[in-house]
């Protein structure tokens, strides 16, 4: 199975770390609209819990998912992003999963060199398998917690885009 | 895109008490209003009701509406419902904005108590993104694309004779592609089949007149509107409903069919003897031969494998039928669409149970061969090592099925399989003896039940037991051992093993997957497009599934499926055109620099290039963006799913970040 987990690079400091018991990461996921988006809504039909501040973007397949897009959630203060798609061999638009997963292994590469390394995991699943999407969804919420907020959160404020 | 002023309209549904539980409804339709655009927020309690939809064509009318957003269930629910309720206030379906806050919101979090207050927030994110988007979506209109009145029907089994004969006898034409060199698929391997104890071969039907247009009858054949292919496979594949191309590759079969008179003198001088894989090597056939007694087409083909090209038939050939020196042939057709029917294999069982090792322990299709009238063995009842009639017979099942090492999947017929056989022999050869060794018996539905009685009325054993290995004795017979899983161990002598092996997605099937772009389920069956709600489409328009080869099925079901596909690949050919909305790519010819990036990653072959810029064929384009992505000049945008469109939502979404106490 196939991730890009760029290595969390810094720590955040000790003098944030009052600041980060109230922390709540914010995690936009970008979900194909026919595995891992179904994935999604299963775990919901079986009333899986994961982080309530995972909230979800329905594009038609994780290949149309532009590194700008990534960059745009990072710059609007997300957390996290987290790209799913249909499982190898098994994506409805044949290969938009495999072009997806080249662009966001580059793309976390130039993450980690901007300070934002394991901000974005990419993972594959199927329409059926909601426990695979619940346990990412709380690995990688885990994993945001510990990275710290977002750097460019500070930025945000007052800057709005177009 | 000119959207002055978008008056959107937000109706937050309640479910009943399915979201309401977890969110605060009202406050979301609350908080609704004070975003940009909206001209009208409120709640209901089933939006997706009569009564629902009729409020939502109200407030269209009564606020002057431009956008509509619903934030209840899935739009893999509800979206085309309220896609057509908008329709019918007179606002285009890609107005229409659905915002998930029940499978992702209420019900994602309704055991986190104590943070329902949040998920109430996580609805409003989600509202606002939704608002943010609709207020960029485009008027996405439709075009249309003519259907041909011919369909390409892959397998010549059960399932696509039926579809087959039935797409004929209502006036389309067929291309009938089949692998091997005569039709009638694992049918006619069967002998007799349940539920009617008839003839295998003959089951393929056309209303009510079984008898007599049965496959040796030739009723395919002679069918104007019938296009047969045998020994073929589809080597390219391209196209878009409507306007499929196939390559269809042929191999040799060395006689001509219309020429061949049946004479037979090919067989009888022709030096070479192979084993016969019909009947699993139960006899020899000539490297000309009848793949089996009553195949169709009626002529002799050759094997050019084994053929060592003596030409002794061609001089004793009295119409000069052979050429010897026959190369394989290529076709190019034109589809409007395509049904699969490729079947199933049965799984080899090497290394399980002794097989593959001690001859007498086979699979239950060689039993059918053995039991089969018309086989070589003349239907007796026999044991492979010395062709004497066995006196114990002991039949294992869920060999490969129900097994995490092999197949998750049940092969659904083996049960029956078993007990067809099981009460075929006890009749016959009552001195037999008959145990079934088994871990659940499932018999369901008409006339099934009657084998179970019938086989324990004439004393077949029923065994339910973990087989924990076969051994051969000297005098190759076989002995069973039952683990009883308690310490204690007991014996089994058996003459004949019969393994109820596992049904298994065709050779080649993940080939043709690959080919015709089709889904494929963990164990490799085709995957339809719903299990309940459209069993029989794909995910390509205009491709459908009939038979085994999207799950282990039985003959009537094979049959049925098979009219269901009919049925469904008629629909837009009786029309003779399908409506293709046109959220799909579209290329800014203004900004397009000609790089031709779209091009090589475009998995449908939608976009060709001409006069320097690309340019997309709306109908083949399946609208999955990856060619957005690739383009260097943002010239390609994909319809509804724009880069703007995306980034409006990513800003709704995480608008409140660092601005409030969230």
Known sequence: MSKVKSKPKTKPAKALAKSLLTFKPRIVSFCCHYCSYGAADLAGTSKMSYPINVEIIRVPCSGRVDPLHVLRAFKEGADGVMITGCLKDQCHFVSGNIYAEKRMQKLAKELEAIGLGGRLVFELMSAGMASKWVETASSFYDQILKLGPNPLKRVKTGVKSE | ?662
């Open chain 2, 1 to 662: 895109m000119t959207n002055e002023d978008p008056r959107i309209g937000v109706f937050v549904c309640k479910c009943g008490t399915n979201i309401a539980k977890v969110v605060d409804v009202p406050e979301v339709a609350e908080y609704a209003k004070s975003l940009p655009n909206v001209v009208y927020a409120g709640w209901q309690i089933f939006t997706c009701s009569e009564e629902g939809q009729n409020i939502i064509k109200r407030h269209i009318k009564k606020h002057k509406l431009s956008r509509v957003i619903v934030a209840s269930c899935s739009p893999k629910l509800h979206e085309p419902t309220f896609r057509r309720t908008v329709m019918e206030a007179g606002i285009n379906p890609f107005y229409f904005e659905m915002v998930n806050i029940r499978e992702q919101v209420s019900w994602a979090h309704m055991k986190q108590k104590d943070e329902y207050a949040e998920a109430t927030e996580k609805a409003k994110d989600l509202v606002r993104a939704g608002v943010y988007r609709a207020a960029r979506l485009e008027s996405i209109g439709a075009t249309t694309q003519k259907v041909p009145p011919v369909c390409m029907v892959i397998g010549a089994g059960i399932a696509g004779i039926a579809a087959t004969t039935l797409l004929a006898d209502n006036g389309y034409e067929v291309h009938l592609v089949e692998r091997s060199p005569a039709l009638g698929g694992k049918s006619a391997q069967l002998g007799f089949v349940f539920m009617t104890d008839t003839c295998g071969v003959c089951v393929p039907p056309r209303h009510g007149e079984m008898a007599r247009k049965c496959l040796s009858k030739r009723v395919i054949l002679n069918d104007p509107k019938i296009h047969v292919y045998t020994q073929t496979e589809v080597k390219q594949f391209s196209g878009y409903i409507g306007n499929f191309q196939a390559r269809l590759h042929s191999q040799p079969r060395g006689v001509d069919i219309e020429t061949c008179t049946l004479c037979g003198k090919c067989m009888e001088v022709c030096p070479v003897e192979v084993p016969n894989e019909h009947d699993f090597g139960l006899a020899n056939r000539k490297a000309v031969y009848y793949p089996f007694p009553q195949a169709v087409p009626r002529a002799p083909v050759i094997d050019f494998d084994s053929c060592t090209k003596c030409g002794k038939c061609e001089h004793a050939c009295p119409v000069n039928a052979i050429n010897l020196d026959e190369k394989f042939k290529e076709a190019d057709i034109t589809v409007g669409t395509v049904i699969v029917a490729t079947g199933f294999d049965v799984f080899k069982p090497e290394g399980l149970y002794g097989y593959g090792e001690y001859p007498n322990v086979i699979t239950q299709l060689m039993l059918a061969r053995i039991l089969d009238p018309m086989s070589p063995t003349d239907g007796q009842l026999l044991r492979i090592s010395d062709r004497k009639l066995p006196k114990r017979v002991g039949m294992i099942q869920c060999v490969g099925s129900r097994d995490p090492n092999y197949y998750s999947h049940c092969s659904r017929v083996c049960c029956q399989v078993a007990m067809k056989h099981a009460v075929y022999i006890k009749e016959h050869w009552p001195e037999t003896e008959v145990t079934i060794f088994y871990k659940d018996i499932r018999l369901q539905g008409k006339e099934y039940e009657r084998y179970y009685l019938d086989a324990q009325r004439l004393g077949v054993k029923f065994y339910r037991a973990d087989i924990a290995e076969v051994e051969e004795d000297s005098g190759k017979s076989l002995k069973l051992t039952v683990d009883h899983h308690n310490g204690t161990k007991e014996s089994f002598p058996v003459d004949l093993l019969v393994l109820s092996a596992a049904m298994i997605p065709a050779k080649g099937a993940k080939e043709l997957a690959r080919t015709l772009n089709l889904e494929v389920d963990l164990d490799g069956f085709f995957r339809e497009y719903h299990l309940k709600l459209a069993p029989v489409d794909t995910t390509t328009d205009g491709i459908y599934l009939a038979g085994a080869c999207s799950s282990p099925r039985d003959i009537a079901e094979a049959s049925f499926m098979g009219a269901a596909a009919a049925s469904h690949a008629a629909i837009p050919m009786s029309k003779g055109e399908v409506e293709v909305d046109l959220a799909k790519s579209i290329v800014d010819e203004s900004l397009c620099i000609g790089c031709a990036n779209c091009y090589a990653v475009c998995p449908y072959s939608a976009i060709y290039m001409e006069g320097g810029v690309a340019k997309v064929i709306e109908v083949a384009c399946k609208g999955c963006g990856i060619c957005v992505v690739e383009c260097p000049a943002e010239a390609i945008q994909l319809r509804h799913y724009r880069d703007k469109q995306i980034f409006y939502q990513i800003e709704g979404l995480l608008a409140n970040v660092g601005a409030s106490k969230k």
